[in-house]
């Protein structure tokens, strides 16, 4: 083989993740039609994580002094990367990024790889502790976009594309904001307003055709803490107006360091849809955790 011919292994990682890609396929679908999703990658923002911790391994085998040619000759060391990082102190949450990276390069399920610790809900820190970006943050100066953001659950990317126009308002005459923009996997939702439910409309309307947020979305701005205490809120607001089911199947107990607290899979399923999320399970464990135990009964 020829030097001009030889595929470094960071390009041996991009093609074999490209090949992959499927924007605007459906992940549900394909789940419910029982195809193995390990083959696609459904959005650019899973893509960009993938090839990201994916060069973080192949700088591993590198730094170790692994011979390696191919990413093939970089599976045997795949369990050594998982155990570096554990004796590193990693959180357990970047240990399950690494496996499923790893999962996704090689088309293997996390189990073909040594185990890692669990993920406990009482180690998320992520938006529940004061950052150091935060300090010289001004809360004042921003209030606007954080009542916006905490009303509506839009992420950043969705924030810094939606337009006025995108205003709704459905059969039982709530607002709602149509997200079709920037969204998470590509899948467009209709996300209820609460709150201060006038006032977003009216900032809707006055921005018209134009963008809300015309100078961008501040980088110091906590949009995941933004996003927690709108799935608190609908939370109870949905308890007080639809009510828990009086259903023992519609009951979802939380397991370990949570199993005080026991949620309505009905309305865990509202939260998750305004959200733009696929799956119940995480809302427990990454927004609602503001709600008490005592709320909840």
Request: with cysteine; charged share 30%; proline share 3%.
């Given at each position: 083989?020829?030097?001009?011919?030889?595929?470094?292994l960071?390009e041996q990682?991009?093609n074999?993740?490209?090949a992959?890609l499927?924007?605007?396929?459906s992940?549900?679908?394909d789940k419910?039609?029982?195809?193995?999703?390990r083959?696609?990658i459904?959005?650019w923002?899973t893509?960009?994580?993938?090839?990201k911790q994916g060069?973080?391994f192949?700088?591993?085998?590198k730094s170790?002094?692994?011979?390696?040619?191919?990413?093939a000759?970089?599976?045997?060391?795949?369990?050594?990367?998982?155990?570096?990082?554990v004796?590193?102190?990693l959180?357990?949450?970047?240990l399950?990024l690494?496996?499923?990276t790893?999962?996704k390069?090689y088309?293997?399920?996390?189990?073909?790889?040594?185990?890692?610790?669990?993920?406990?809900r009482?180690n998320v820190f992520r938006?529940?502790?004061?950052?150091v970006?935060?300090r010289?943050?001004s809360i004042?100066?921003?209030?606007?976009l954080?009542?916006?953001?905490?009303?509506?659950?839009l992420?950043?990317?969705e924030?810094?594309?939606?337009?006025?126009?995108?205003?709704i308002?459905?059969?039982?005459?709530?607002?709602?904001?149509?997200?079709?923009?920037?969204s998470?996997?590509g899948?467009p939702?209709?996300a209820l307003?609460?709150?201060?439910?006038?006032?977003?409309?009216?900032?809707m309307r006055?921005?018209?055709?134009e963008?809300?947020?015309?100078?961008?979305?501040?980088s110091a701005?906590d949009?995941?803490?933004?996003r927690?205490?709108?799935a608190?809120?609908?939370y109870?607001?949905?308890?007080?107006t639809v009510g828990i089911?009086?259903?023992?199947?519609?009951?979802?107990?939380?397991?370990?360091?949570?199993?005080?607290r026991v949620?309505?899979?009905?309305?865990?399923?509202?939260?998750?849809q305004n959200?733009g999320h696929?799956?119940?399970?995480?809302i427990?464990?990454?927004?609602?955790?503001?709600?008490s135990?005592?709320e909840l009964?």
């Amino acid at each position: 083989m020829s030097h001009k011919s030889k595929v470094s292994l960071a390009e041996q990682l991009k093609n074999t993740l490209t090949a992959k890609l499927a924007i605007g396929r459906s992940k549900a679908k394909d789940k419910k039609n029982g195809v193995d999703c390990r083959d696609y990658i459904y959005s650019w923002n899973t893509y960009k994580t993938y090839y990201k911790q994916g060069k973080a391994f192949i700088k591993f085998c590198k730094s170790k002094g692994y011979k390696c040619r191919t990413l093939a000759d970089c599976r045997p060391y795949c369990d050594d990367w998982l155990a570096d990082g554990v004796a590193r102190g990693l959180s357990p949450f970047t240990l399950k990024l690494y496996a499923a990276t790893l999962s996704k390069i090689y088309s293997e399920t996390s189990e073909s790889f040594i185990e890692t610790p669990a993920r406990l809900r009482k180690n998320v820190f992520r938006s529940r502790r004061e950052a150091v970006r935060d300090r010289n943050f001004s809360i004042e100066k921003h209030a606007d976009l954080l009542e916006f953001a905490a009303s509506t659950s839009l992420r950043r990317a969705e924030l810094k594309a939606l337009r006025g126009n995108k205003l709704i308002q459905d059969d039982d005459g709530n607002y709602r904001i149509l997200v079709n923009s920037a969204s998470k996997g590509g899948r467009p939702r209709e996300a209820l307003i609460i709150g201060n439910v006038q006032k977003i409309v009216d900032m809707m309307r006055a921005a018209g055709d134009e963008k809300i947020f015309p100078d961008g979305i501040p980088s110091a701005i906590d949009i995941h803490h933004q996003r927690a205490q709108y799935a608190c809120d609908l939370y109870r607001h949905l308890m007080k107006t639809v009510g828990i089911p009086d259903d023992p199947k519609d009951r979802y107990i939380c397991r370990r360091d949570m199993r005080s607290r026991v949620y309505s899979k009905k309305l865990k399923a509202v939260v998750s849809q305004n959200l733009g999320h696929s799956r119940i399970g995480v809302i427990a464990q990454a927004y609602l955790y503001q709600l008490s135990a005592a709320e909840l009964k």
